[in-house]
């Protein structure tokens, strides 16, 4: 639609209030997850100031993380039963509901984010440069700056568990 003046044309990507509060999978708790924070901040950053929920994206999608690692091609005998996909699948699954396992790997996972934090050639962070390219699509752009945050912190937890 073409509207003549006095009427002012303003673009809206989403029109969520910008409080942090919308992907609760994704934000943290007490510090909100602005457009704002995702845009200026990497995913180290957000993680180490509350704003990214490592720990609860971890026990979400550590199932992706481990599909991602490969496994370990042994000979027939009890030592490819051990390290089959399935016995690495039942192993995780019990750690991941201790605490301590759960805390490891979390700042496993921020130590890894944190290697990988600095600002690309394009001078963007490197979920917001995935956004940017078009290697992540989520609806609103704020949507998929959540979507790639989730995926930096499964593939970060993917190299932690290898």
Known sequence: LDFPPPWQVIFCDDLRPDDGTDATDVVAGSVPLTMIAMLEKSGAELAEEGRLAVQRIFQRDWQAALCACQTPILDEGPLQ????????????????????????????????????????????????????????????????????????VVQAASHVLR
Request: a positive charge.
């Open 81 to 152: 039963e051990a390290n089959s996909y399935g016995q690495r699948i039942r192993m995780v699954s019990r750690l991941v509901k201790r605490p301590r396992f759960a805390a490891l790997v979390e700042r496993c996972i921020i130590a890894v984010l944190a290697k990988h934090s600095q600002v690309s050639t394009d001078s963007m962070h490197l979920h917001v440069s995935m956004v940017v390219h078009g290697d992540v699509a989520g609806g609103s752009l704020r949507q998929s700056l959540m979507l790639a945050l989730r995926s930096l």
